[in-house]
């Protein structure tokens, strides 16, 4: 993975909000990336402090061909993390003239907001999840889903509702309140790769 | 790249039908349009107006892959296992 500097066509970087009431949208994020053989990154893995942060996402962000990014959060306190990280992603695109461009997507929850909050991003339509993780899946399966036998949103549904389960226990045992850690990411990944394979959505 | 799935070659083959089609397949202003736009690269397709909606069309990795990529530790993977166990 991302060895000598090459991307990872299948990895998909994750610019998202980082609070409670977006973990099960989150959880959905997991769950239908690894449901369509893909592989999930994201800041967590990243140490939270240091000098050379935003260099070590950056180059985070070189690893994989494919990055979401949802702009759904615009209310108080203001997220500078997201717009920002896109202006990576954007910047990312624009100087890869290769065939391996960088690609990314947009989500919001409400239909023609991006359109007055990011004007600059004219032309490029959101995906719309109204908040949901049913939109959420749906939302990946639309735009990262491949030509291959990939998962129906149910199916996609069902690994989401196991892995919220697996969230709340493994909670427990981290004794933690909070996905958002690498510990967490890394048990929630390896989780959904396991359901994702006993739903013989992937091989094992 | 290889792998076509049966859904989408059926619907091939309906389209493909001449007994189905009412119209011709292309006009001929149609034609020369698609003509004249480069070809994709082979591995993704891209829409003009959005960078996404066109997808690098990859195989898809298998569960140890994935694990593999992350790093995931096997104590990671024990409480992950664990977890769903006890979720069932």
Known sequence: MATNGFPEKRAVFLNVPFDASYEPLFIALIASIVSVGRIPRSVLEISESGQGRLGRILSQMETCLVSLHDLSRVGQPARFNMPFELGLAYALRWYQRSSRRYLFVLLESVPHRLSKTLSDLAGHDPLIHSGKPIGVETAVLESIGSSYDYPSPEDVYSIWRRLMKVSRTLKSRYRTDSIFSRRMFNSLVAAASQLAAGAELIPH | ?88
């Open chain 2, 1 to 88: 790249m290889s792998k076509i799935s049966p859904k989408v070659h059926k619907r091939r083959s309906r389209n493909s039908s001449p007994s189905r089609r009412s119209t011709p397949r292309t006009t001929s202003r149609q034609s020369s349009k698609a003509a004249s736009k480069p070809a994709a690269p082979s591995s993704y397709r891209v829409t003009s107006s959005s960078s996404h909606r066109r997808l690098h069309i990859v195989s898809p990795s298998s569960a140890s892959e994935i694990r593999d990529a992350l790093g995931i530790s096997e104590s990671e993977l024990k409480a992950a296992l664990d977890a769903i166990e006890s979720s069932e």
